[in-house]
């Protein structure tokens, strides 16, 4: 089955700095990726959608500038955690649904494992 | 905008009992309805899917929803529970015949079964 990757599973890292996760797709094409926000114990917020080639729709309230997402293949895209701070230590998830699979929006979403930010 | 609800937060049954999670989905149009599981240390799988036809559907590890239109409702059933089902599930939607629309989550329900 498809399978989505993501790395790293965990980072930790110092107030100020940046942080990048990658998202892959493995087995399969993706032009479009969305990438969620999960705080503890509550439900997953959809931050924005990733698309392949072009710029990443972000949901209301997200900085785009803090959290930069770059789609630069069909199985790649990543977001940057720019100038973190403590209120960022979150779980992020991406997540990728295969192209060409039909356009009702009826095909399964695949999840990556996440990676678990916490800045110190 | 579309918005799911999940009623309860936290469920605890013993082994072998009922499961019944409830979802409701706000939302005008057609959608396309799911569960995911996550068990703990673990990424989101999904359990189950409806996108039309029987509202009954059935779906890995014994569980089933079903899609009652009239009360915008995908509740999430198992007739017997076992310990290895404790997780935390959610429940979701997208839009149908929208294209690569994203999903939106409740705010998940957690399932401890005890022995």
């Known amino acids: 089955g498809a399978v989505v990757s993501q790395h790293p599973s965990r980072v930790i890292c110092k107030s100020g700095t940046s942080v990048k996760i990658e998202c892959r797709s493995l087995?399969?094409?993706?032009?479009?990726m969305f990438w969620y926000r999960q705080f503890p114990k509550q439900s997953l917020m959809l931050m924005a959608t990733?698309?392949?080639?072009?710029?990443?729709?972000?949901e209301q309230g997200v900085e785009k500038d803090k959290f930069l997402i770059n789609h630069a293949s069909l199985t790649l895209s990543t977001l940057t955690v720019t100038s973190a701070h403590p209120e960022d230590s979150s779980f992020y998830i991406c997540?990728?649904?295969?192209?060409?699979?039909?356009?009702?929006?009826?095909?399964?979403?695949?999840f990556g494992a996440g990676s678990r930010l916490t800045v110190l | 905008a579309q918005s799911v609800s999940q009623h309860n937060h936290h469920v605890i049954l013993s082994e072998a009992a009922s499961l019944e999670l409830g979802c409701n989905y706000s939302?005008?149009?057609?959608?396309?309805l799911f569960w995911y599981v996550q068990y703990p240390g673990q990424h989101l799988q999904l359990l189950l899917k409806?996108?039309?036809?029987?509202?009954l559907v059935k779906g890995i590890k014994g569980f089933e929803a079903e899609f009652i239109k009239s009360k915008f409702s995908f509740n999430l059933r198992k007739p017997s529970v076992q310990w290895s089902d404790t997780a935390e599930y959610f429940c979701?939607?997208?839009?149908?015949?929208?294209?690569?629309?994203?999903?939106?989550f409740g705010k998940g329900t957690r399932l401890s079964v005890i022995a």
């Open positions: 409806y996108f039309s036809g029987d509202p």
């Open positions: 939302y005008g149009g057609t959608v396309n």
């Open positions: 997540s990728a649904r295969e192209t060409g699979t039909g356009s009702s929006g009826a095909n399964v979403l695949t």
């Open positions: 979701a939607v997208n839009v149908a015949g929208a294209g690569n629309t994203p999903l939106v």
């Open positions: 990733s698309n392949e080639g072009s710029k990443a729709t972000y």
């Open positions: 087995d399969f094409q993706a032009t479009t």
